[in-house]
């Protein structure tokens, strides 16, 4: 399948290598951007605030897609300096994007990325969360996205429109940035290797999540939009969790430095599940997704990322 692909955030993490699969595979792209471009090309990019529902009325009307990846988010996952600034671009941003589509292409399929920590606190007992499993988020990013599946599918119901809901668990690899763990840790190992070793501030350890490479999320993504079941949801996940620690030694085996692990008190969470891990078999079984990419294949792209990223 290929056609015209339009991409709310396509200079994101994920949207930036969306972008590319898409390319790849002969669709045409088009897309929102912030304050910097996706770098992939051909993709038509468009600089607009997310909830500017007029302006994405052109945009969408003018480049007809055939399928919508809503993308654009404030993704923030531990603290939160304005919530209403989240809200305005996360709910409110979605419901521009669905007016938008109502009005310009409502024969557009939508793929919403929505994220696991909608679900916020499950069952201790239960790591393989399947998509059933009711929404209790706890964190006002987690809420964000519950309220925008939400939004979605009453979309899907007054305009008969073919929604599909996406729940990416956590992911890395190539090009992230931020203030998440591993992107953390992998620009504080690249710093030590230039250094000729030192300290690296962590936080809790003992943890185990669901880590995908970013460009698996994106496949997931582009596997969803093409098989995915109008009005189902989809666990975006490895479904094996692995520890925290295992994740930040394999980390440190990619860089050239002696490291001392220290653990920062600023980095602790006062709410932290002891495991939190997806159930992807809806996804494998509707789509025929696989991952691509090993765990020590992405840490090994992480590092490459920001060791060049320290040198330029």
Not at 99 to 117: G, H, I, K, Q, T
Not at 119 to 143: C, F, K, M, Q
Not at 152 to 177: W, Y
Not at 181 to 204: F, K, N, P, T
Request: net charge negative; charged share 20%.
């Amino acid at each position: 399948m290929s056609g015209r692909a339009f991409v709310t955030g396509v200079s994101g993490f994920a949207g930036r290598q969306l972008a590319s699969q898409l390319v790849e595979a002969g669709w045409e792209v088009a897309g929102t951007v912030g304050a910097r471009t996706s770098g992939v090309n051909p993709v038509t990019e468009h600089s607009v605030q997310i909830d500017d529902c007029d302006t994405l009325t052109r945009l969408i009307s003018g480049f007809e897609p055939d399928v919508v990846f809503h993308l654009a988010a404030i993704v923030d996952t531990v603290q939160t300096p304005s919530v209403l600034e989240l809200h305005r671009v996360n709910t409110l941003g979605t419901v521009a994007v669905t007016e938008a589509l109502a009005a310009a292409a409502p024969a557009a399929r939508l793929v919403y990325a929505s994220s696991a920590f909608a679900y916020g606190h499950v069952d201790e007992n239960s790591w393989a969360i399947p998509e059933s499993t009711p929404l209790r988020p706890v964190t006002p990013y987690g809420a964000s996205k519950a309220a925008g599946e939400s939004l979605v599918h009453q979309f899907s119901r007054l305009h008969g429109a073919e929604v599909v809901v996406t729940r990416a668990f956590q992911h890395t690899g190539p090009g992230h940035t931020g203030a998440y763990a591993l992107a953390d840790w992998a620009r504080q190992l690249a710093a030590l290797e230039r250094a000729g070793g030192g300290e690296i501030a962590v936080g809790e350890l003992s943890v185990a999540r669901d880590y995908l490479d970013v460009r698996d999320v994106a496949s997931a993504y582009l596997a969803v939009a093409e098989r995915g079941a109008p009005g189902a949801t989809y666990n975006v996940c490895s479904g094996e969790p692995v520890t925290m620690r295992e994740l930040l030694e394999g980390l440190i085996a990619q860089f050239d430095a002696d490291v001392e692990i220290v653990t920062d008190e600023s980095r602790l969470r006062k709410v932290d599940q002891p495991v939190f891990a997806g159930d992807p078999a809806a996804l494998k079984r509707d789509t025929g997704w696989r991952r691509e990419y090993a765990l020590d294949q992405t840490l090994a792209a992480l590092a490459a990322f920001w060791r060049e990223r320290e040198t330029e």
